[in-house]
């Protein structure tokens, strides 16, 4: 059964630091691309950020709102995925999901692409940010 | 980013009614939309991907439909278990988004 269990989360003050991390079981988790979901108290989600898998490049992508605070990283060896929170800001309260990204290929004449989307959900852990 | 915009925000309805709910991007995303059930206090859960894909195990009253800017995710008989708020979500650029969320309520 494919599993995410998210950890790390907890009450932080503002400018400081938190590092949340992601268990993955039930598949092999050096082939996942990887993702990062928050939703803040009774808002919608908000896609956090992504990770490839060090076969297609290991390179990541943000959403603005955290670019420049937060890291999405992962050890293969661990079957752990990442997300190191810098200079949190009240407005980052949320529970963070952990995802895998799925693909489906499509295929057109001489050329082939994906569609991607976040197919497993961990249970998600909740970051309070507050003085 | 590209925006995604829901409608409507709720949807009051009854058991064995029809749903629509639409979601417009701010700009041409081809196929790369998938839609999310959500209900309170539980992780999102993927129902349709490329726009009209089910996920394996998704009740087949679930469809989705649309491509460029403009897309739909139809109940065709709403069920108790239904109850819930859908999410659509872009991945059709480097930074993916999702819409505000809709919310069905019973009615």
């Known amino acids: 059964e494919v599993q995410l269990v998210e950890s790390g989360g907890g009450l932080v003050k503002p400018g400081g630091s938190l590092r949340l991390s992601c268990a993955a079981s039930?598949?092999?988790?050096?082939?996942?691309?990887m993702s990062w979901v928050r939703q803040a108290p009774g808002k919608g989600l908000e896609w956090v950020g992504r990770?490839?898998?060090?076969?297609?490049?290991?390179?990541?992508d943000y959403a603005a709102p955290v670019k420049g605070r937060f890291t999405i990283s992962r050890d293969d060896s661990k079957n752990t995925l990442y997300l190191q929170m810098n200079s949190l800001k009240t407005e980052d309260t949320a529970v963070y999901y952990c995802?895998?990204?799925?693909?489906?290929?499509?295929?057109?004449?001489?050329?082939?692409?994906?569609?991607?989307?976040?197919?497993?959900w961990g249970k998600g852990t909740t970051v309070t940010v507050s003085s | 980013d590209i925006q995604m915009t829901q409608s409507p925000s709720s949807v009051s309805a009854s058991v064995g009614d029809r749903v629509t709910i639409t979601c417009r991007a701010s700009q041409g995303i081809s196929s790369w939309l998938a839609w999310y059930q959500q209900k309170p206090g539980k992780a999102p859960k993927l129902l349709i991907y490329?726009?009209?894909s089910l996920q394996s195990g998704v009740p087949s009253r679930f469809s989705g439909s649309g491509s460029g800017t403009d897309f739909t995710l139809t109940i065709s008989s709403l069920q108790p278990e239904d109850f819930a708020t859908y999410y659509c979500q872009q991945a059709n650029s480097f930074t993916w988004t999702f819409g505000q969320g809709t919310k069905v309520e019973i009615k």
């Open positions: 990770i490839k898998s060090k076969t297609d490049g290991g390179t990541t």
């Open positions: 995802t895998t990204v799925g693909r489906s290929i499509a295929a057109r004449p001489g050329y082939y692409y994906y569609y991607y989307y976040m197919d497993v």
């Open positions: 039930g598949f092999t988790f050096s082939n996942a691309w």
């Open positions: 490329a726009a009209s």
